[in-house]
């Protein structure tokens, strides 16, 4: 059984910092083996893939936060952080952690997911 509990959203000023945390429950060798990825889905939007790490942390990001969104992982704690920087309001969305879509492991239930509000 494999679940995701994201957390660290919150209400921030554009051009703001926010760091995003997903703990994975799961056993240390899935985790350590498996690429993990963030996800954001914006009111009336789909889902998208946003960034990826692969088990020896190479990254992936989309055009709209490349530059300045960073993901990360602590394999000694399960975790995967995204910290996100230079917030503008088009980044308001509910955010998710899964494994990368096409995954053999991804998992179609997803976590409660963590609301992130960019606004003056």
């Known amino acids: 059984q494999v679940e995701f509990v994201e957390s660290g959203g919150g209400l921030v000023q554009p051009m703001g910092s926010l760091r995003l945390s997903c703990i994975v429950s799961a056993t240390a060798s899935f985790f350590r083996q498996n690429p993990m990825s963030w996800y954001r889905e914006a009111p009336g939007q789909q889902r998208e893939l946003i960034a990826t790490?692969?088990?020896?942390?190479?990254?992936n990001y989309a055009p709209p936060v490349r530059g300045r969104f960073t993901i990360s992982r602590d394999n000694r704690e399960n975790t995967v952080y995204l910290q996100m920087n230079s917030l503008k309001p088009e980044d308001t969305a509910d955010y998710y952690c899964n494994l990368p879509r096409g995954n053999p492991a991804f998992r179609d239930d997803w976590g409660q997911g963590t609301q992130v509000t960019v606004s003056s």
């Open positions: 790490i692969s088990r020896d942390e190479s990254t």
